[in-house]
């Protein structure tokens, strides 16, 4: 099983950008499937991001445009950029790693987005 460790949160202003960075260990990560979800006060989570482990990105449709998903094998990496951060965007952003039956998550990082 791999876990994993956020990091890049904070207070942003509207219109502006963050990069969460998901670090991970203990597994084989080009393996799996990495994805971003968020979850605000008093909703439920919510998917944000894909990127399957032979590269392919998929986005929900309230970020595309906005936010891009990458990752690096090599390094163990995933990270999600976000631009045009509007105040919706504000929750808790978890990492989350997937491969059939087995999923790992971070402890999440929060990302305010306020003026």
């Known amino acids: 099983q791999v876990q994993l460790v956020e990091s890049g949160g904070g207070l942003v202003q509207p219109g502006g950008s963050l990069r969460l960075s998901c670090a991970a260990s203990g597994s084989i990560f080009s393996f799996y499937n990495m994805n971003w979800y968020r979850q605000a006060p008093g909703k439920q989570r919510e998917l944000v991001a894909t990127?399957?482990?032979?590269?392919?990105?998929n986005y929900a449709d309230f970020v595309k445009g906005r936010f891009t998903i990458s990752r690096d094998n090599a390094k163990k990496t995933v990270c999600l950029q976000m631009n045009s951060l509007k105040p919706e965007d504000t929750a808790v952003y978890y990492c989350?790693?997937?491969?059939?039956?087995?999923?790992?998550w971070g402890q999440g990082t929060q990302v305010t987005v306020s003026s």
């Open positions: 989350n790693a997937r491969r059939f039956s087995v999923s790992s």
């Open positions: 990127i399957t482990s032979g590269g392919s990105a």
